[in-house]
Nanobody, 115 residues
Framework: QVHLVESGGGLVQAGGSLRLSCTGS????????MAWYRQSPGKQREQVAI???????TYSDSVKGRFIISRDSAGNTVYLQMNSLKPEDTGVYYC?????????WGQGTQVTVSS
């Protein structure tokens, strides 16, 4: 069983920052492609960041330059540092691991950005 736990969400003012964390087994997080995506009412699911097992990150245009995805040195946590937050960043953020042809996701953490 793949077990991923997200944390770090909350209510912040526009322009503020949050760091989301996703913890799990190093056998999962350190050796697979990891991703963050978000879902908001009235919006299509959006992948915001992805990090390969080799450490190469990519970002959606909507968050590029503001968000950073990374792993810790132990390889059991993946982070999403979110800076210069905007109200449109509001949503439930999910952490996922791509394992072969399959993907496993956590339960999500709510991020709300007020104006």
């Amino acid at each position: 069983q793949v077990h991923l736990v997200e944390s770090g969400g909350g209510l912040v003012q526009a322009g503020g920052s949050l760091r989301l964390s996703c913890t799990g087994s190093r056998r999962i997080i350190n050796f697979n492609t990891m991703a963050w995506y978000r879902q908001s009412p009235g919006k299509q699911r959006e992948q915001v960041a992805i990090l390969t097992s080799g450490g190469a990150p990519t970002y959606s245009d909507s968050v590029k330059g503001r968000f950073i995805i990374s792993r810790d040195s132990a390889g059991n946590t993946v982070y999403l540092q979110m800076n210069s937050l905007k109200p449109e960043d509001t949503g439930v953020y999910y952490c996922g691991a791509r394992i072969g042809a399959n993907a496993s996701w956590g339960q999500g953490t709510q991020v709300t950005v007020s104006s």
